[in-house]
Structures are given as C-alpha cells and as structure tokens.
C-alpha cells in the first residue's frame, strides 16, 4: 500500500475532520 494512501486512510479513522483538510497545511501541521 502507498504511504500516502496509508496515511490519508489512517487520518480518516483517526482524525475524520483532518481527513477533509489532507494534504494542506493544517494537516501537515498536526
């Protein structure tokens, strides 16, 4: 599995308010 894919499933079920924001910087800041 991708890293990216890896790391937006795993925003998704940690964090479903970041997942709507993945890949900007409020995001990368977390």
């Not at 894919?5 to 964090?15: G, K, M, N, P, R």
């Amino acid at each position: 599995m991708p890293k990216g894919v890896y790391f937006e499933i795993h925003l998704t079920q940690e964090y479903p308010l970041y997942s709507t924001h993945f890949g900007n910087a409020q995001c990368q800041s977390h």
